[in-house]
């Protein structure tokens, strides 16, 4: 500490993706198209689903927050990021980053939850049909759907909390593109081991918890599946499930290495490359993982089009 600036900062600096000009631009084109793609794709799935009525199950309700909550989650990050790609310099105030990392949080912490209800859903669908009326009946789909966001918002106000109790110190430049806690922490003046232990909880909670429900709700669906000895049933599983595991694995391993797994053995930069998965490819992918392959959307869509004289 001795060789360090005492003096506490009022602002980040985020070192970005990259410092050369030129891969700076070629990252901002690829991005803004990520990002369009992202709202277009979301969106689209979000109006389909308030325009048929056939498409007004649990399952559809669940994707339309999830959707929700991927524009969101996007648009919390991506302009920023898209900003400091085309002028090549972010700052950011305290308070500001604050709020990033807070909803950045918060709404990562949401579809954690959401997934992990999905794939509850599915699995008294498909192995408890009998009560799945009454086990997913209104009032149940707006609880748990409740339940997600305000269990999202409560773990990152206490997170971002204990986060910035800490003092820092010039000169505060955050090697991300956005603020996320691991790599704020690393800019704290005092000792922060017992923040970073609290953080490892509760990204276990969001992380683990729904991750372990969803691999349950999928094993007993196989399983169901697997008793009944049919080679369709045992297709369609595997074509639908595999697909949703593929969006669960990329969003929950990419979250796992950044906030659970320590960091002494990767550079910053891995980091990063980490965490353009969760924050960008992965509610790119999403829309097309959860419809590419649904025939009820499919169904939906061309009837949304034929209305349309399409």
Not at 98 to 107: D, E, F, N, R, V
Not at 134 to 148: F, I, N, P
Request: glycine share 6%; net charge positive; proline share 3%.
């Amino acid at each position: 500490m001795g060789a360090r600036n005492l003096t506490l900062t009022t602002e980040f600096i985020l070192v970005g993706l990259s410092s050369d000009r030129n891969t700076q631009i070629l990252l901002f084109l690829i991005i803004l198209l990520m990002y369009i793609f992202i709202l277009v794709g979301n969106l689209g799935v979000i109006v389909l689903i308030q325009l048929d009525s056939r498409l007004h199950t649990p399952m559809y309700l669940f994707l339309s927050h999830l959707s929700g909550v991927e524009i969101s989650f996007v648009t919390t990050n991506v302009p920023q990021m898209l900003t400091h790609l085309l002028i090549g310099r972010a700052e950011l105030s305290l308070i500001h980053c604050a709020i990033q990392m807070y909803m950045s949080l918060s709404l990562g912490s949401v579809e954690a939850f959401l997934l992990a209800v999905m794939a509850y859903d599915r699995y008294l669908a498909i192995c408890r049909p009998l009560v799945y009326a009454t086990a997913m009946g209104k009032r149940r789909q707006v609880q748990l759907a409740s339940a997600c966001w305000l269990a999202g918002f409560i773990i990152a106000a206490i997170c971002v909390g204990i986060t910035f109790q800490h003092s820092f110190c010039d000169p505060c430049c955050v090697n991300h593109f956005v603020c996320e806690i691991p790599a704020v922490l690393k800019l704290a003046c005092d000792d922060t081991r017992v923040t970073e232990s609290v953080i490892v909880m509760f990204a276990a909670v969001v992380i683990l918890g729904p991750f372990s429900a969803i691999f349950t709700s999928y094993g007993l669906i196989l399983c169901s599946v697997l008793k009944l000895r049919s080679a369709t049933g045992l297709r369609k599983v595997f074509s639908t499930c595999g697909s949703h595991l593929l969006a669960v694995v990329m969003f929950y391993g990419t979250i796992t290495l950044n906030y659970i797994i320590p960091h002494s053995w990767r550079s910053a930069d891995n980091d990063k490359q980490i965490a353009m998965f969760y924050l960008v490819v992965t509610p790119l992918l999403n829309p097309l993982i959860y419809t590419l392959r649904n025939k009820d959307v499919h169904e939906a869509m061309a009837k949304v089009l034929r209305r349309q004289g399409l």
